[in-house]
Structures are given as C-alpha cells and as structure tokens.
C-alpha cells in the first residue's frame, strides 16, 4: 500500500493561487494514477483532477478547467495541483488519492490509497 501526506493548504483570498502537494511513501509511486477530489463540508466528496501514471493523459472537472493544473514528478514521488484564480466555492478539504489498477477515473471508488486531506479555505 501506497501512504499519501498532503500538504500546502490554507486561507487565501479569492482571486488568489495555491499549490498542494501530495508526497507518496511505501510503494511504487510511477506506475499508479494520481488523483485530486475535494470535499465541502455537508457535501458529498468530488473530482478535482487525475494524471495517469504515464504524464501523458489528464482529467478536470469542468469547474476547475483552466484555473488548476495537475503535475506529477516521479524522482520525488509527489503530485501537486496548482490551483489559480481560486473562488469562494473551491473551499474545501482537499485529498490525494492512487490507483494502482486500470487508467484516471473520476469515481473516488477507483482509488486505493488516500492522504488525510489538507484545507483550502478562500475568502471572498
């Protein structure tokens, strides 16, 4: 099993821009697909972002299209999103998650590991 530590949240104003991190430990990081889904409170948890294992195929939810960028660097087993241009509503936990098997997938259930998540909090 793969462990997930996010990392890079906060409270920033909207309008504003904020990287997260989510470092891998524990199992092969380059060959599982990366993950981003958020979750607000009393809301149910959603697709952010995905990354095959490859780098060369990506996945964003219409919402956050243009405005957040997935990455990958495999020699430091981490994936980050970088997140511009943030709003009020992209408040939220926000969580790493891999998925050793198959392709991307927006359904959280396709994924076998997650971190703890990290806040994101934007202020308006």
């Known amino acids: 099993q793969v462990q997930l530590v996010e990392s890079g949240g906060g409270l920033v104003q909207a309008g504003g821009s904020l990287r997260l991190s989510c470092a891998a430990s524990?199992?092969?990081?380059?060959?599982?697909?990366m993950g981003w889904f958020r979750q607000a409170p009393g809301k149910e948890r959603e697709f952010v972002a995905a990354?095959?294992?490859?780098?060369?195929?990506?996945d964003y939810a219409d919402s956050v299209k243009g405005r957040f960028t997935i990455s990958r660097d495999n020699a430091k087993s981490t994936t980050y999103l970088q997140m511009n241009s943030l709003k009020p509503e992209d408040t939220a936990v926000y969580f790493c998650?891999?998925?050793?098997?198959?392709?991307?997938?927006?359904?959280?259930?396709?994924?076998?590991?997650w971190g703890q998540g990290t806040q994101v909090t934007v202020s308006s």
């Open positions: 990354m095959a294992w490859t780098g060369t195929s990506t």
């Open positions: 998650a891999a998925r050793r098997t198959g392709w991307i997938s927006r359904d959280f259930h396709d994924y076998d590991a």
């Open positions: 524990g199992r092969t990081f380059s060959n599982r697909n």
